[in-house]
């Protein structure tokens, strides 16, 4: 499995926009990015996932480095309700796999109004 | 929650008491996981099911049982309760083109 590295913590002002780390140097070729978020005492949710190029949905947008070792989870203009964990999990492109989620500890972010 | 459903909500349970979780989907999905989640930490997995009527060990499966009777459903059960179990539960299913995963809201379960 991928090792994945995120910040601990990260900060931002509301209605700013956020640029949310993660190196995975060890992904392998076919591997996905995914993106969950964890809010308060609630449970993870999807966000993202990107396998090469950018992506972009209506919640966030993945930019991912030409050579996979590294992504970014951007949020364009942060609210107070996207304080949250956020996961970045490289993930088996395969079906047929076990397919469970490597969670590590994510980056918590604190939105200050 | 993309349709997947937990109960209890919490559960508080002495130590050597048996109790059976919860989860149901109403997506028609095959994939079906029990995870936990300790105080600060991410999340492990318990159990997977692939399909029903085909359960597999994850990371941490000691002291609990799945039972998949049926596409929909997919339960964890604890027979004899510790205080190590004293966690938050939760159920996912998996789904999309990318075999993204989709929550329940989790039981919160606490051993004495």
């Known amino acids: 499995d991928a090792k994945t590295t995120q910040p601990n913590s990260m900060e931002s002002n509301e209605e700013e926009p956020v640029h949310l780390p993660c190196n995975h140097s060890t992904i392998s070729g076919t591997d996905y990015i995914h993106w969950y978020r964890q809010l308060p005492s609630q449970g993870p949710e999807y966000v993202i996932h990107?396998?090469?190029s950018n992506v972009n949905n209506r919640m966030a947008s993945l930019a991912i480095a030409e050579d996979r070792k590294s992504s970014t989870l951007i949020l364009h203009r942060a609210t107070l309700r996207d304080a949250a964990v956020y996961y970045c999990i490289p993930t088996m492109n395969y079906g047929g796999s076990q397919g469970n989620l490597i969670f590590g500890k994510g980056t918590k972010l604190s939105v200050k109004p | 929650n993309a349709g997947v459903t937990q109960t209890p909500k919490f559960q508080v349970l002495k130590t050597g008491q048996s109790m059976t979780l919860q989860c149901a989907q109403d997506m028609n999905h095959n994939s079906m996981y029990w995870y936990r989640q300790d105080p600060g930490m991410g999340l492990r997995l318990i159990y997977y099911?692939?399909?029903?009527?085909?359960?597999d060990k994850g990371e941490v499966p000691n002291g609990y049982n799945v039972s998949r009777l049926n596409k929909r459903e997919f339960s964890l059960r604890l027979e004899s309760a510790a205080p190590s179990q004293t966690s938050v539960y939760f159920c996912?299913?998996?789904?999309?083109?990318?075999?993204?995963?989709?929550f329940g809201p989790g039981t919160r379960l606490t051993v004495t």
């Open positions: 996912a299913i998996r789904r999309g083109a990318a075999y993204e995963q989709y």
């Open positions: 099911s692939a399909s029903e009527g085909t359960t």
């Open positions: 990107g396998l090469t």
